[in-house]
């Protein structure tokens, strides 16, 4: 995860933006994200097994 940004950032160069769901009981899951650079958009969706939240991290 912490080679994430620097390999979208060399392979995708257009791209601004990386977006990922992850599921909200998945507190280890939201964690890793939130340290390696994710924030959490405040929107949600309705998954196969409950509610995900949107994590955004801008390249």
Not at 3 to 18: A, D, I, M, N, S
Not at 23 to 29: G, P, R
Not at 30 to 54: M, V
């Amino acid at each position: 995860m912490l080679l994430l940004k620097e390999f979208v950032t060399t392979e995708f160069p257009h791209c601004k933006e990386f977006v990922l769901e992850v599921n909200h009981k998945n507190i280890a899951a939201q964690q890793l994200y939130g340290k390696t650079g994710f924030q959490d958009t405040g929107k949600r969706k309705s998954g196969p097994i409950g509610e995900l939240l949107i994590m955004s991290l801008k390249v």
